[in-house]
């Protein structure tokens, strides 16, 4: 029985929820769950950044009204309802931590602004919950992006597929009930929804989706057809060879997951750090306010008091100007890269693409724009250009006969006859043969003609055997020069048509930049050899590899990421998992897939590879200017906490300095916002 989905009537940007068991599989976040109404949906989608930013407001207007005696009680009421919204969420988390025995960063913060409500600075206090709570928000709508990538890759694969049963009758079922060895009616223009053998009928399928290349390929009785793939012509019967949790797509999807979850954690020294920093600041403290009335004979409490002091050694002490150092140079450094179409998800991204060495490109899709072009219109021995009146009426032909097919070859040849402003000649007794080509008779002036246009090996019958042998070598030397080939024959004339995928605009230019910062450049394709280094020469990329599946992209791309920094760019479905194992996944935005942008860090929003060169000199400054700003951040702390603990400063002026050094730092990360 097929896994009901509930239905959701919320606007079309709101997030659809997820079949039940979509949901429970994937471990989603909770307002994905299918258990919710569209506005309770609503509501929750990124709802403690919704809290963060309402208590910031209400901590400024509590700090206006603060110097207003009439007004206090209500600014100590907006006060509370900061540390209800900013606060009690860090408490629990605190007091989660402290259950586990873990003392970090998160328990100080928490220590320090709870415990400023006793010694009469609820505001500093306050103003250390926002900013905390702030910037675990933000990275927590940052993170939960990655979970959609899995989603997206079930969402590819039809849900039902047509039965063939024993006595001949089509039963659509859902295909988790279809097991091995079922026989299945993928339609013309169906996706296949099971890896399967092919047992009756012939057809082109597009695997573009899959593979990444948007060349059709032929499939006959005995080929294996993958789930995924698109049937563009004829009906094809084909035998289930795997069930769903064993298709094409599921070994993808499982290899995303993996590939995640080997990537490199780059914040597990700040971790470290965080965990000694706070558990040393929460000792110093205890440790001051129970010494120094021996060391110093200061009384335990009052103004003047040990505790006192230990207090504002704790506030003082806390991290705000580092909690704001990494956040807000990453933030600056990520609108500065929005306001050119580049979509970055999370800031630590731009510290592992300055460590990158190694750049490897997608073929398809990503050095070229993935749709066919026609080069030339020849004859048979090429070597003699065609008469005008041989092209015209031969493209002519091919017109009237391309025009009516959908396959990419198609409208290669369209949009070059449409170029050269070619009118169609009039077609009797057209016939498409599904996985071979086209044929008709053509009304020319000699009277009717039979005409076909098509693969080689469709031609191949039709000639005799001296043409055919002509043809083959004709054929070989187009393939090796990495180019496509459709043959016309007119009567007893052959008329070749050489297709080849385009190039980017301005990509040489753009790899040309990379070089001179010294990157390893690298080219991976699903197509064949000499498309592959046809387009590698014409690139200047001396490293290429060439006929990959998707786990032979991931081997490459693993094998590189451990000994140095690599950067992955790409768009189909295939490089989605080669994508997120990439210290650096990059991703067209345009043509990328579902799966590819979301299981890539980086998302050029209007395939512009051209600035590729200036985000790897954004990721260095920003680099730079974090080292920086946590050099000045501790600097600050120091100052602020040391004289507050000597009684030299008043915590007032202690807190000043405090929020000087975050002030500074927020002036330094802001010049990452020039361009």
Not at 277 to 300: E, H, K
Not at 447 to 462: C, E, L, R
Request: one cysteine or more; aromatic letters at 6%; charged letters at 20%.
């Amino acid at each position: 029985m097929a896994i009901p989905s509930f239905t959701n009537s919320a606007p079309a940007k709101q997030k659809s929820p997820l079949v039940i068991e979509e949901f429970f599989e994937l471990g989603l976040e909770d307002t994905a769950s299918p258990f919710l109404t569209p506005e309770s949906r609503g509501w929750g989608i990124n709802l403690t950044l919704k809290a963060s930013l309402l208590a910031a407001c209400l901590l400024v207007i509590s700090f206006i009204l603060s110097f207003n005696s009439s007004t206090l009680p209500l600014s100590y009421l907006l006060l509370a309802a900061v540390y209800f919204l900013a606060g009690i969420p860090s408490l629990i988390e605190s007091l989660e931590d402290l259950a586990n025995l873990q003392v970090n960063i998160d328990v100080l913060m928490t220590l320090a602004a709870f415990s400023s409500v006793f010694i009469g600075s609820g505001l500093e206090g306050g103003l250390l919950l926002v900013l905390f709570s702030l910037s675990g928000s933000m990275e927590e709508t940052v993170t939960a992006q990655a979970k959609n990538a899995i989603s997206s890759l079930h969402k590819l694969s039809p849900t039902k597929a047509s039965v063939v049963e024993k006595d001949g009758t089509l039963m659509e079922r859902s295909i988790n009930e279809i097991q091995v060895a079922n026989v299945i009616l993928i339609k013309s223009g169906q996706v296949v929804p099971l890896d399967g053998v092919v047992i009756e009928g012939i057809s082109s399928v597009n695997l573009v989706h899959l593979t990444g290349e948007n060349f059709p390929i032929r499939k006959k009785e005995g080929d294996v057809v993958p789930a995924g793939a698109r049937n563009l012509e004829g009906a094809l019967t084909v035998r289930v060879t795997h069930t769903s949790s064993d298709s094409s797509l599921a070994r993808i999807i499982q290899l995303v997951t993996q590939a995640q979850e080997a990537r490199p954690k780059l914040q597990r020294w700040f971790d470290r750090f965080s965990q000694v920093y706070a558990l040393t600041i929460i000792i110093l403290a205890a440790f001051f306010s129970l010494s120094l009335p021996f060391i110093l004979g200061l009384p335990f409490l009052g103004v003047e008091g040990s505790v006192y002091r230990a207090l504002a050694f704790l506030i003082a002490a806390s991290p705000c100007a580092l909690i704001i150092a990494l956040p807000m140079a990453y933030l600056s450094a990520l609108s500065a890269c929005a306001r050119r179409g580049i979509l970055l998800k999370g800031g630590i991204i731009l510290d592992a693409l300055a460590k990158c060495k190694t750049i490897a490109f997608d073929k398809t899709g990503t050095l070229t724009t993935g749709d066919l072009s026609c080069q030339s219109l020849e004859g048979l021995e090429g070597m003699d250009p065609l008469s005008a009146d041989e092209a015209r009426e031969a493209l002519s032909i091919a017109y009237a006969l391309e025009k009516n097919a959908v396959h990419p070859i198609a409208k290669a040849i369209l949009a070059y006859a449409q170029k050269a402003e070619t009118i169609p000649i009039p077609l009797l007794e057209f016939k498409a043969i599904p996985g071979y080509g086209l044929e008709a008779l053509a009304v020319i002036a000699d009277g009717p003609q039979k005409v076909y246009i098509g693969h080689a090996d469709y031609i191949f019958p039709k000639l005799s055997e001296s043409v055919q042998k002509a043809l083959l070598e004709r054929a070989e030397k187009i393939k090796a020069a990495g180019e496509l080939l459709a043959v016309l024959l007119a009567g007893t004339k052959i008329y070749l048509f050489r297709f080849r995928d385009t190039p980017r605009p301005e990509i040489k230019e753009a790899l040309e930049a990379l070089r001179k910062r010294h990157i390893k450049l690298v080219m991976l394709t699903g197509d064949h050899a000499q498309s592959a280094q046809s387009i590698a020469r014409e690139m200047g990329i001396t490293d290429f590899y060439a006929n990959l599946r998707p786990e032979d992209k991931l081997a490459h791309i693993s094998k590189i990421a451990q000994t140095e920094g690599l950067a992955m760019v790409g768009d189909g479905i295939n490089d989605a998992p080669a994508l997120a194992r990439a210290t650096v996944g990059i991703c067209m935005g345009k043509v990328g897939s579902t799966a590819a942008l979301d299981a890539a860090d980086i998302i050029l929003l209007q395939d512009n590879l051209e600035f590729l060169d200036w985000l790897i000199g954004k990721a260095c400054q920003t680099q730079a200017i974090v080292q920086q700003n946590l050099i000045l951040a501790l600097g600050a702390i120091l100052l602020a906490s040391l004289p507050a603990l000597a009684g030299i400063v008043p915590l007032w002026l202690a807190v000043v300095m405090h929020e000087g050094g975050t002030v500074l730092v927020g002036l330094n990360a802001l010049r990452l916002l020039r361009k």
